[in-house]
């Protein structure tokens, strides 16, 4: 027979255990478009006007597209921008231009961030 004191002291360690291991774990991290449309200003503005996305026959067919472009482009220009930073920049292409559905938690955020501040 198992000890009941016992029992509750190892179910209090193992669910310190579980929160502890928690605290390690990253938090989903939601772009910010307002960094995003500073770094495409200090960086991209200049080369690219409004008609390179408002074009009609636009390369980028979803989200996931125009994250690929901006990583492309910071890799092809060495501009060093981190994930985040890529992440960021195309939130704000995306809530600017866009205006592709995102299924993700931190698009999601985003959007909703956006339409706020609208």
Same mark, same amino acid.
């Given at each position: 027979?198992?000890?009941?004191?016992?029992?509750?002291?190892?179910?209090?360690?193992?669910?310190?255990?579980?929160? #502890?291991?928690?605290?390690?774990?990253?938090?989903?991290?939601?772009?910010?478009?307002?960094?995003?449309?500073?770094?495409?200003?200090?960086?991209?503005? #200049?080369?690219?006007?409004?008609?390179?996305?408002?074009?009609?026959?636009?390369?980028?067919?979803?989200?996931?597209?125009?994250?690929?472009?901006?990583?492309?482009?910071?890799?092809?220009?060495?501009?060093?921008?981190?994930?985040?930073?890529?992440?960021?920049?195309?939130? @704000?292409?995306?809530?600017?231009? @866009?205006?592709?559905?995102?299924?993700?938690?931190?698009?999601?955020?985003?959007?909703?961030?956006?339409?706020?501040?609208?």
């Amino acid at each position: 027979m198992s000890n009941p004191v016992r029992i509750a002291a190892s179910a209090g360690c193992i669910a310190a255990a579980f929160a #502890a291991a928690l605290a390690f774990v990253p938090a989903a991290r939601a772009a910010d478009v307002e960094r995003g449309r500073a770094l495409y200003e200090l960086r991209c503005g #200049a080369c690219h006007t409004e008609s390179v996305h408002g074009r009609e026959h636009r390369v980028a067919k979803d989200l996931a597209d125009v994250r690929r472009w901006v990583r492309r482009w910071n890799e092809s220009l060495a501009i060093g921008w981190t994930d985040a930073e890529i992440d960021d920049v195309a939130a @704000y292409l995306n809530a600017t231009y @866009y205006k592709f559905d995102c299924a993700t938690s931190a698009c999601s955020a985003v959007s909703m961030t956006t339409r706020g501040a609208r």
